[in-house]
């Protein structure tokens, strides 16, 4: 079946300094993914930070921008410089696919930016 | 508005107690799913309906049930609750499953405690 791999949390950071955070993918339903970042805030729930349908595309938001990379099938997150308001649970997903169109998700990683 | 809604948002039950956790959306989405998080799991897919009465299940379906009546509206029904049922429950819903690349909005979450 499909699967997400991500860098396991928590990953700590201070203000100003750069993020990446890991996602690669194992697609078998599909041969290319609709690629997605999630985040979830304190106390929200989840919602969509950014989106690449094509392969060799960059999304962009808030910020953060992920290349999806059909050779390296990843997906990674960065960002440049973070934010203490940054802090939150990141997860990578591909879109529904397969008979049944389940969305795929990654376990999550946590960023927690220091002041 | 884009909303999905959860009701109620903190539940606490005893143990062979009956649960009922409702989800409604105000988007027209065909497609919607109910999902458990837990530390160190990520989510984990409980059911996905593709419309009014038309429900499948997802990874971990097993003690639980659920109901749409109407395209809006999406039940997660807990009979005889368990301590190992203890979690945060997202209810998500996407427009159709005609496109893997539509977004799943969530709600805020549910927190049950079975005791």
């Known amino acids: 079946g499909d699967s997400v791999t991500q860098t396991e949390g928590p990953v700590t950071v201070s203000e100003s300094e750069s993020l990446i955070i890991n996602c690669t993918y194992s697609a078998t339903s599909i041969a290319y993914p609709n690629l997605f970042w999630y985040v979830r805030y304190p106390g929200e729930g989840l919602q969509l930070l950014l989106k690449v349908i094509t392969a060799g595309q960059k999304g962009s938001s808030r910020g953060f921008e992920a290349t999806y990379n059909k050779e390296t099938t990843s997906f990674h997150l960065q960002k440049a410089s973070v934010q203490e308001s940054d802090s939150a649970v990141y997860y990578c997903a591909l879109g529904p696919s397969g008979g049944n169109y389940k969305p795929t998700f990654g376990k999550g990683t946590s960023l927690v930016v220091h002041p | 508005d884009m909303k999905v809604t959860q009701m109620p948002r903190y539940l606490i039950k005893r143990m062979g107690e009956n649960v009922l956790l409702e989800c409604g959306q105000d988007?027209?989405?065909?497609?919607m799913y109910w999902y458990r998080q837990d530390p160190g799991l990520g989510l984990q897919l409980i059911y996905i309906s593709y419309d009014v009465d038309s429900n499948s299940e997802g990874d971990i379906p097993k003690g639980y049930r659920v109901s749409r009546k109407k395209r809006e509206h999406f039940s997660l029904i807990l009979d005889s609750a368990k301590t190992n049922q203890t979690s945060v429950y997202f209810c998500?819903?996407?427009?159709?499953?005609?496109?893997?690349?539509?977004?799943?909005?969530f709600g805020e979450g549910s927190r049950l405690i079975v005791v």
């Open positions: 998500a819903s996407s427009l159709s499953r005609a496109n893997s690349g539509n977004t799943l909005y």
């Open positions: 988007m027209s989405h065909e497609t």
